[in-house]
């Protein structure tokens, strides 16, 4: 189901837009059919009224946990979630009440390193199920202030669902807009649409290397943008909405570790509105990467903060249990726990 589905369905039930709103909210903050403080009655017309607790089942059906698989941090957990045709996607409580969900089933990307890019594109998550997966992430926190998109698929491939999705929550959804992070190997479409957006996200770019045969090699099927001109572009999107980029660097060991990588990242960051995530790689069973250590990931971190480059290192939520992008639906898949 699409958001304009849902907001169909109830115009053709004689909804205006303010009854849709006050709807779409009862769903996004899990609020009490019965309207609590401000009863409904006399909010909505009877006809909704009478629709509601069928369409709220409805919504709530959308997404269904399979399986959950809490870090040993006793916050951040991996939800397997199963769709309505049993298609599957994953979501992740993040730690500081985050969440990270998916875009697509499958990606078309196809990154090297990547569980998920290895089995293509499936379907498109359509925007009612993004959203979902968020309603059930506040369901588990009710702190809950900030959604990545950065789970399974590129979001630029599903861009209208995406932007749907993100104007929802940034409009009804009660979510600062520089909350909602959009991620993106980089596409032309998607920077002209965040330019235009009425709700302007903030932007995380997926670099992983300098080198644009490199990248074209790790990302075989990403948009052929040297990274010169995505991180131009990027930078202007930043300076628009008033946002740091966030540039997404998945450390390879070997790969994209070198003094030629780090000279480079210094050559294009250096200056820019934003900071620079180094995720060292999380090992996966069938794809032929390592993971650094973190004593040399530390290393690198440092040199390139003292070389002007403000540089984070973080551990991705879920290494603990197995369980990296896409990896939970690929051990489902083959029956293993
Ligand atoms: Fe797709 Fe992201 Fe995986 Fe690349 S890393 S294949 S863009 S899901």
């Known amino acids: 189901m699409l958001i304009s589905d849902l907001r169909q369905r109830l115009r053709a039930l004689g909804a205006n837009p303010a009854h849709e709103s006050r709807v779409l909210r009862l769903w996004l903050h899990s609020l009490p059919l019965t309207g609590g403080k401000r009863p409904l009655e006399g909010w909505l017309p009877k006809a909704v009224l009478e629709a509601l607790p069928g369409l709220m089942a409805d919504l709530d059906g959308l997404v269904a946990l399979r399986s959950e698989h809490p870090g040993s941090d006793g916050v951040s957990a991996r939800l397997l979630l199963g769709l309505t045709d049993g298609q599957t996607v994953e979501t992740v409580l993040l730690p500081r009440d985050g969440v990270c969900v998916s875009s697509q089933v499958g990606c ?43 789970g399974m698929g590129e979001p630029s491939h599903n861009l209208a669902n995406v932007m749907d999705a993100i104007t929802l929550l940034g409009r009804e959804g009660g979510f600062a807009h520089k909350q909602l992070v959009f991620s993106t190997v980089g596409d032309e479409r998607a920077f002209a649409a965040l330019n235009a957006a009425e709700v302007k996200p903030a932007l995380a770019l997926s670099l992983h290397t300098s080198d644009a ?123 293993r726990p």
């Open 108 to 150: 078309a990307v196809g990154c090297a390193f990547c569980m998920t890019g290895t089995e293509g594109l499936i379907r498109q998550v359509g925007s009612a199920e993004i959203v979902a997966q968020v309603v059930m992430a506040r369901r588990k926190n009710a702190r809950l202030k900030k959604v990545v998109f950065m």
């Open 213 to 335: 045969d490199k990248r074209a090699e790790l990302l075989p099927r990403a948009p052929r943008i040297a990274p010169q001109d995505l991180v131009d572009a990027a930078d202007a999107y930043a300076r628009a909405s008033g946002y740091p980029i966030q540039y997404q660097w998945t450390l390879l060991d070997g790969v994209n570790d070198g003094p030629e990588e780090l000279d480079g990242i210094v050559r294009l960051l250096q200056g820019r509105y934003g900071l620079l995530n180094m995720i060292p790689f999380n090992s996966a069973p069938g794809l032929p990467f390592m993971r650094p250590s973190w004593d040399r990931a530390r290393a690198i971190a440092a040199e390139l903060s003292r070389r002007g480059v403000l540089t984070k290192l973080r551990d991705s939520a879920g290494q603990e249990v197995d369980g990296g992008c896409g990896q939970l639906r690929a051990r489902e898949a083959v029956g």
